[in-house]
């Protein structure tokens, strides 16, 4: 069964780095989300990405942040200036035009900013 | 403004008794309604949704849910727990239409003794 996959599955950064963090969807899907869950909080939307354009995005979603689709299979997340807050599990979610309702995840990339 | 209240934040009970985990929605709007799964280090997987079709909805391994608007609910249940059932479950809402972003709520941990 495909899969949406993601790397790395940890990644550790000094405060003020930049990291990108990347996402391979499910190859037919066309719409792509980013979530984070901070330790012992919510799942939050952080974006959504159609068509090469963000289609919704988030209060925390600020110019730090940056979605890109650099290639046809790669999804990426990029934070420039990274922050001890930033430190957090980072989903990445497709969706096939056939199924709206149903977002399939990867399995998620902790972050942690020291 | 749309939102899900999961009441337990940890549910335990033994193998082969019912499974139930509750969720409470506010939504301004029809809502699309889901339960999503997290094993450890595993993605999140969805379980079922309910999308203003069929009020008792079924999803995989047994699990069903029941959309309920007078009770603004969208309890989880399963008849008989199964130890591979130990898992995390998020009750999630969305607007209407699909492609949109996901709502979670806190989350639910389910343990199952033998």
């Known amino acids: 069964e495909p899969e949406v996959t993601q790397t790395p599955s940890h990644q550790v950064t000094q405060m003020g780095q930049e990291v990108i963090l990347r996402c391979v969807p499910i190859s037919n899907h066309l719409y792509f989300y980013w979530y984070r869950q901070i330790l012992g909080q919510k799942v939050e939307f952080l974006v959504s990405f159609y068509n090469n354009e963000i289609s919704e995005k988030s209060e925390i979603f600020d110019d730090q942040f940056s979605v890109e689709r650099p290639d046809g299979s790669n999804f990426t997340l990029k934070i420039r200036s990274t922050k001890l807050e930033d430190s957090a599990m980072y989903f990445c979610?497709?969706?096939?035009?056939?199924?709206?309702?149903?977002?399939?995840f990867g399995p998620g990339t902790r972050l942690t900013v020291t | 403004a749309q939102s899900v209240t999961q009441l337990d934040s940890h549910v335990s009970v033994s193998e082969g008794t019912p499974v139930l985990l509750r969720c409470n929605y506010s939504s301004s709007y029809s809502p699309s309604l889901f339960w999503y799964v997290q094993h450890p280090n595993k993605g999140l997987q969805l379980l079922l949704k309910y999308t203003s079709a069929a009020t008792l909805v079924k999803g995989i391994n047994g699990f069903e849910a029941e959309f309920k608007k007078s009770e603004t609910s969208f309890h989880l249940t399963k008849p008989s727990a199964h130890m591979s059932d130990a898992a995390e479950y998020f009750c999630?809402?969305?607007?209407?239409?699909?492609?949109?972003?996901?709502?979670f709520g806190a989350g639910t941990r389910l343990a199952v003794h033998p």
């Open positions: 999630v809402v969305s607007g209407p239409g699909g492609y949109n972003k996901l709502i």
């Open positions: 979610a497709s969706t096939d035009t056939l199924k709206p309702y149903e977002q399939y």
